[in-house]
């Protein structure tokens, strides 16, 4: 049974930081690419940062130069390093394989304040 536990987000001042962690289980982790996606309220989810199997990264532009997003293979983690973060950046943040996604965990809810 595939699991997928976020954590790490929170109420945050615009220009101030934050660390989004997710924890796989159930899954081969080393070998599959992970994402962040997140979800803004009234608005689609939207894919934010990849990170293949050998380490490579791509971004979304609203968050390129700003999020980093990193694995620890050992751990079966994923992160995403958000920095000078904005109010639309205001979402519940979710971790999954891609590019065929498992079932969604619960998320993390991030907020901005302006």
């Known amino acids: 049974q595939v699991q997928l536990v976020e954590s790490g987000g929170g109420l945050v001042q615009a220009g101030g930081s934050l660390r989004l962690s997710c924890v796989a289980s159930?899954?081969?982790?080393?070998?599959?690419?992970m994402a962040w996606y997140r979800q803004a309220p009234g608005k689609q989810r939207e894919l934010v940062a990849v990170?293949?199997?050998?380490?490579?990264?791509r971004y979304a532009d609203s968050v390129q130069g700003r999020f980093t997003i990193s694995r620890d293979n050992a751990k079966n983690t994923v992160y995403l390093q958000m920095n000078s973060l904005k109010p639309e950046d205001t979402a519940v943040y979710y971790c999954?394989?891609?590019?065929?996604?498992?079932?969604w965990g619960q998320g993390t809810q991030v907020t901005v304040s302006s």
């Open positions: 999954n394989v891609v590019p065929r996604p498992y079932s």
């Open positions: 159930g899954i081969f982790f080393r070998i599959n690419a």
């Open positions: 990170i293949t199997n050998d380490g490579s990264t």
